[in-house]
């Protein structure tokens, strides 16, 4: 887990640069879907419920400061959820999905 987070936070402000300076940015919208941290924290076994806290609490932090790559964003915890949203919740995914579809069709009339 440890090497997994390393890498992950390694590379995280040159993604974020990254995307942050291609095209469209900060005009396109954006929806950003995390992990149920009090649902992580209770599924996850063999750590002490402190740390889990605290690695939990950075890496929702984390995922919010993603939604703030763009202007038109969305943050959405999907509830009782663990990493993999689109298997514990694929309901969320495919609405944050089609909320995303509806806006982009409704922004190639604006042009």
Not at 58 to 75: A, G, P, V
Not at 80 to 102: K, M
Request: no cysteine.
């Amino acid at each position: 887990m440890y090497a997994a987070m390393y890498s992950e936070v390694t590379w995280w402000k040159e993604d974020a640069m990254i995307m942050k300076n291609g095209p469209g940015f900060p005009q396109i919208p954006l929806t950003v879907v995390a992990r149920d941290k009090e649902y992580v924290i209770r599924q996850q076994d063999g750590l002490p419920e402190w740390e889990k806290r605290i690695f939990e609490t950075l890496w929702e932090k984390l995922m919010y400061e993603q939604s703030e790559l763009t202007d038109d964003s969305r943050f959405i915890i999907a509830e009782e959820s663990g990493h993999a949203v689109h298997l514990d919740r694929p309901d969320v995914v495919v609405e944050a999905f089609h909320h995303l579809a509806e806006k982009v069709q409704g922004n190639e009339g604006a042009d």
